[in-house]
């Protein structure tokens, strides 16, 4: 009674699916579009849930079989030159899907039977290459019969995510990557159900569907038109930047625009006379307060320290730091002040007051 209840519900459910996508089209492609429902109605009708055994005799041959994938593509073949193995195997294979393992397959097979290559060297080669197909069509088996008896979860995800600008085949349809991504990563020996590890891939399969049809902005073909006319008749003036911007005795661009980047050589020449006086009254303090100075305005390397910063690399208190820092730039300020003003370097008094 529970199971006729159940599908009695599935089925109202995929009706009113159908009649949701059958009013959101236009009516020329209503056909099309009830048709693929239908087929997809009756696969799921005669795809019953898997039990726990069967699923787990499944995921586990899926998982085996995508293990000796990822086996052979890291390892690649034993014989040939070093840049030969190294161009058939793979340095990421945790990375891999079964796209990317068919796309490595097919430029196999393709590889002519040239002589660049001894006779063992292809011959392992085309042996590796076998093993690597016979494991791809086990892995296959396992994960078409997995899709094929999840769809309903697949549609009952996807049924959460209706939008206009998406049909529900699409959301369907990316919600199967999803399944099949699932597949790949799923490991049964953790004990968890393949639907409940599952239905995160799906929903992130098509959520990230759902954002890249948004993000696209559909133009009519005459707003097309009148924009590229637009823009193909705009004038293009070429201004030189030294032109004067109203007549012949206003300023040019050039005058006017700053660059932060670029210094003058006189403010390259005040700029080290001032390095050069700085780190002259700074050979002039005790050697603890001109590191203090240094750390605290990042005269070294260029970031500023905190308080806690200096006090943890020269091991004393935060407030015997600041305490320091202000005696300092008292003693710094009064040497400079002296040297400027005698043109000389200063007397050893202020050195001795710095020191104590």
Known sequence: MRNMRENLADTLDLNMASDADHYSLPKKDQRSCDELLQRFFSELGH??????????????????????????????????????????????????????????????????????????????????????????STFREARDELVQRNLRLVFKIARQYRSTSVAQLDLIQEGIFGLMRAIEKFDPAKGFRLSTYAGWWIRQAISRALNLTVKSVRL?????????????????????????????????????????????????????????????????????????????????????????????????????????????????RHLLQTTDTEQSPASGKVMGSASR
């Open 47 to 136: 795809s019953p849930c898997l039990t726990d055994q069967e699923e787990y005799q499944l995921t586990s041959q899926a998982q085996a079989s995508w293990g000796r994938i990822l086996t052979l593509l890291t390892q690649g073949p034993q014989q040939g030159t070093k840049d030969f193995r190294q161009s058939w195997t793979v340095s990421c294979p945790e990375q891999l899907c079964e796209r990317d393992v068919v796309s490595i397959l097919t430029r196999g097979k393709a590889l002519p039977d040239d002589h660049a290559h001894s006779a063992p060297v292809l011959a392992d080669f085309s042996s590796w290459l076998k093993h690597l197909d016979l494991a791809v």
């Open 220 to 332: 009519t073909p005459t707003t097309v038109h009148d924009e590229s006319t637009r823009v193909t008749t705009v004038p293009v003036i070429l201004v030189s930047i030294d032109t004067p911007i109203s007549d012949t005795e206003s300023p040019s661009l050039a005058e006017i625009l700053s660059c932060p980047d670029t210094s003058t050589p006189e403010e390259l020449l005040l700029q080290e006379d001032q390095r050069k006086w700085l780190q002259h009254g700074l050979n002039h303090l005790a050697p603890r307060d001109a590191a203090i100075l240094r750390l605290r305005f990042g005269l070294t390397t260029g970031y500023p320290c905190t308080l806690e910063e200096v006090g943890r690399q020269l091991q004393i208190g935060r407030e015997q730091v600041r305490r320091r820092e202000e005696r300092a730039l008292g003693c710094l």
